[in-house]
């Protein structure tokens, strides 16, 4: 089973500081990580390092940070033949990760709000067909409808929450959001089957809760992303929802903690899932 994921790409420049400012205050931050993401990109390196098979389309800038974006592509075992080059800059985020792990972000689209989807194309091994909000609803329109025609499985992020049409819903089996997305999706989750996040305390599905793992926290930030990806590359791997749901739990919680400058250590995080996952 082959992934397709279509989505933003950021650089994100995240700086650590003892607390998020207030309004007009300044801080002195310990530091900062310039780090691949956008939730196209998190989530189709995250589904393509825990073992999918993984194609990926989306747009980068033709500045110093789509360079940056494109290099960390091309080194990943992700298909990026649909990779779009756009003549302006590149998309970006800045965020602020506080001593807590918990963070604020600002998100500049740019590039990513050009994606042409008539340059894109499902290719007949795709089966799951992997969305999110963070690129025009349009292009999600039309590449859920040419997925839905080939038969491939449709999976929505839908994240940051936006109105979704009834023909964008029509299409999508699985709608995956946050408690606070789950709320504003709360007339149209009866038309889709939904899959709910809820941070530390785990996720709903299918009527259960499934408790999060519980880990110190380094930084919260890219977990949603990680355990999207995760899951969606467990049940391409042959996994039930049900069987699938635990193991993405660990491999986002492993993330959550593991500061962001050591985070692309697979050793470390398969040692992480097989010690959760065999307990």
């Given amino acids: 089973m082959t992934i397709l994921v279509v989505g933003a790409l ?8 003892a607390h998020i400012p207030a309004l007009d205050e300044t801080l002195a931050g310990s530091g900062v990580d310039y780090v691949f993401g ?4 998190n989530q ?10 993984v194609h990926f389309a989306g747009r980068a800038g033709s500045d110093a940070f789509g360079d940056v974006l ?3 592509l091309a080194a990943s075992p992700l298909d990026t033949s649909q990779l779009q080059r756009d003549p302006g800059p590149s998309g970006m985020s800045s965020a602020i990760v506080n001593d807590a792990g918990e963070y604020g972000a600002v998100i500049v689209s740019a590039a990513n709000l050009a ?20 690129i025009p609803q349009e292009v999600n329109l039309a590449i859920a409808q040419r997925a839905q025609a080939a038969g491939a499985t449709v999976w929505l992020n839908a994240a940051p929450a936006r109105a979704l049409s009834d023909d964008m ?3 999508v089996d699985l709608l995956i959001v946050n408690r606070v997305e789950a709320a504003f999706y709360a007339d149209m989750t009866q038309k889709a089957d939904v899959l709910t996040t809820l941070g530390g305390e785990g996720v709903t599905y299918g009527g259960s809760t499934y408790p999060a793992c519980d ?3 380094a930084s919260t930030h890219g977990a949603g992303d990680m355990f999207v990806g995760a899951l969606a590359a467990f049940v391409s791997q042959g996994a ?6 635990p193991r993405a739990q660990a491999a986002a919680a492993w993330l959550v903690a593991t500061p962001v400058a050591k985070r692309d250590d697979d050793h470390a995080l398969y040692a992480f899932l097989d010690a959760q996952l065999n307990r």
């Fill in 10 to 17: 950021h650089l994100d420049v995240v700086v650590r500081a």
């Fill in 38 to 41: 956008g939730k196209g990109g």
């Fill in 44 to 53: 189709a390196l995250a589904a393509a390092r825990l073992g999918g098979t």
């Fill in 70 to 72: 494109r290099a960390r």
């Fill in 115 to 134: 994606i042409d989807a008539g340059q894109i194309e499902i290719p007949p091994e795709i089966s799951l067909v992997l969305l999110q909000n963070e």
């Fill in 169 to 171: 819903l029509a299409c």
């Fill in 215 to 217: 880990v110190a926290v």
């Fill in 240 to 245: 039930s929802m049900y069987e699938a749901l």
